[in-house]
């Protein structure tokens, strides 16, 4: 089979807006001290603190993703990883290779 711009693009895609996302998500940790001090959850900024974790979480599966999808392997984990990249101000690029992973399914092993 021919393979195409489109998974390529979409782990691209992936891969920066989860950069993205775990360098906010290190961003909150450590501007609030979570990672600083033990005390960081229960700072003023406790609420934004505990929101760290699952941004840097949802960051790593998309850089994930999107590796697997510059790959074509594991669809499923390719697609993960673009839902993964819509959290955010960057929208958009979890919404392109949202698409561009799903309509490059048949290039995946």
């Given at each position: 089979?021919?393979?195409t711009w489109k998974p390529t693009t979409a782990g691209i895609l992936s891969i920066i807006a989860g950069v993205i996302e775990l360098l906010v998500g290190l961003g909150i940790a450590v501007g609030l001290g979570l990672l600083g001090s033990l005390g960081g959850?229960?700072?003023a900024g406790g609420i934004l603190a505990?929101?760290?974790v699952p941004i840097i979480i949802i960051g790593?599966?998309?850089i994930v993703g999107g590796i697997y999808a510059l790959q074509r392997r594991m669809w499923g984990l390719g697609l993960a990883g673009a839902i993964c990249s819509l959290f955010g101000p960057w929208v958009i690029?979890?919404?392109?290779a949202i698409i561009f992973v799903s309509i490059g399914k048949r290039e995946f092993k």
């Open positions: 089979m021919e393979k959850l229960f700072a505990v929101l760290a790593i599966i998309a690029l979890g919404i392109l």
